[in-house]
């Protein structure tokens, strides 16, 4: 069973950087695929970005250019850098993986852009 284990939320004013990180562990097998979704109060969880273990990236329009997603495939680690927060950037994170038929999902950690 694979679990994956995000950390690096917080609370930061707009303009402002956090980075993101999760890894993952219990399997012997290369996770394929991983990434982040976040979902905010009221509202649906949301794509941010995924990376292929082959390192092809793909983001929400909403992030492009802003967050930086990277992995780390040996150690089925991946990281969401985060620039130029906004307040619309608040929101539960969440880590994602999948290998074949299988998703798996981290805890979740807050993020909060705010004054």
């Known amino acids: 069973q694979v679990q994956l284990v995000e950390s690096g939320g917080g609370l930061v004013q707009p303009g402002g950087s956090l980075r993101l990180s999760c890894a993952g562990s219990?399997?012997?097998?290369?996770?394929?695929?991983m990434g982040w979704y976040r979902q905010a109060p009221g509202k649906k969880r949301e794509l941010v970005a995924t990376?292929?273990?082959?390192?092809?990236?793909n983001y929400a329009d909403s992030v492009e250019g802003r967050f930086t997603i990277s992995n780390v495939n040996a150690k089925n680690e991946v990281y969401l850098q985060m620039n130029s927060l906004k307040p619309e950037d608040t929101a539960v994170y969440y880590c994602?993986?999948?290998?074949?038929?299988?998703?798996?999902w981290g805890q979740g950690t807050q993020v909060t852009v705010s004054q």
């Open positions: 994602y993986g999948n290998r074949g038929t299988d998703d798996y």
């Open positions: 219990g399997s012997r097998f290369r996770i394929y695929v």
């Open positions: 990376i292929t273990s082959g390192g092809s990236a």
